[in-house]
């Protein structure tokens, strides 16, 4: 659509109305551009409104007060017959890493020797679990921790 603005292939009038769903992200000068374009109502669908100084959605989309035009919380969704949505159940899970930390006289000998052929010196590798979090990323660790209940 920006490539279409900036070629001027649509006028600004184009459009009566211009729907932006994940409205929360029209805030950035990419979406902005496209909005400001548009001689056009403008309708914004966001779970979650921002009203901070550098950005701010009730201010671009004109919602005095910063109060919402309409709002339908999660709990009404949830509870409406038929349900728009489904609650959700948080489960908890640790990994034996978040747990115990890591301990670099634990490692196996091959993964110790890794870590110095990387430069890292093994008092680098002592973890305590709470700082495993802060301090490494696991993309394989994350994916196993996060489970979807439905």
Do not use: W
């Amino acid at each position: 659509m920006m490539e279409v603005i900036r070629q001027r292939q649509l006028s600004p009038g184009f459009f009566n109305l211009v729907i932006c769903d994940e409205s929360h992200r029209s805030i950035y000068n990419r979406y902005r551009e496209l909005l400001t374009y548009f001689d056009s109502y403008q309708l914004g669908l966001t779970a979650t409104p921002v009203d901070a100084i550098e950005r701010n959605t009730f201010q671009l989309f004109g919602c005095p007060d910063e109060v919402p035009t309409f709002s339908f919380p999660f709990e009404d969704a949830v509870n409406y017959v038929p349900p728009y949505l489904n609650n959700y159940k948080v489960y908890g899970a640790q990994t034996r890493f978040q747990l115990r930390g890591i301990r670099a006289g634990e490692l196996p000998q091959g993964v110790r020797q890794q870590v110095v052929e990387q430069g890292v010196t093994l008092a680098e590798v002592n973890f305590e679990g709470t700082d495993l979090e802060r301090r490494v990323t696991s993309r394989r660790k994350d994916k196993t921790v996060v489970v979807v209940q439905g």
